[in-house]
């Protein structure tokens, strides 16, 4: 794999929706989390493009080499706080995870929740994905007993949120 130097992020193009739903997919299913209630089975995987034009959303994917690495966004979920955003589909492929990638575009996700004027940013996750959840508690997200506006993903059990 390449150095994270020679990645480049750029914002999410529709010919980007195929092969981003195909990455957020294979993630869950190595991770054994392809179930329902989750983005595996949501229709808006299939077209990240259309669903991102959202005001005050925002998908970025990264890439090397012309290779798609993965992506990450924040969203304005439905039912939440208009000072929140969420987190939304972080996904990396798994060639490029240990590069520092992943913290980095967290990083950049939460520059853009900070520029839209949200004040907490919320992830919705599952216990199986130990690694996510490792990175998020380091960038300062704390647990919630209890999930937050209405996403649909009934399959996540791990609510956290980060006061910006």
Partial sequence: MTSIEEI??????????APMAAIIRSSLAEFGVDKPGTVFT???????????????????????NGRLLGGAGVFPSAGL????CELVKMYLIPEARGLGLGR????????????????????????????????YRR?????LDGPMGNTGHFGCDVWMILEL
């Fill in 104 to 135: 980095h575009m967290i990083d950049l996700c939460l520059e853009k929740a900070r520029a839209f004027g949200f004040r907490q940013v919320y992830i919705e996750t599952m216990p199986e994905l130990t690694r996510a959840i490792d990175v």
């Fill in 8 to 17: 480049v992020i750029r914002p999410l193009r529709r010919e980007d929706n």
């Fill in 42 to 64: 949501d229709p808006t995987t299939d077209d990240l493009y259309s669903l991102f034009q959202t005001p005050g959303s925002h998908y970025m994917t990264a890439w090397a």
């Fill in 139 to 143: 960038f300062g997200f704390r647990h």
């Fill in 81 to 84: 706080p208009s000072d929140t």
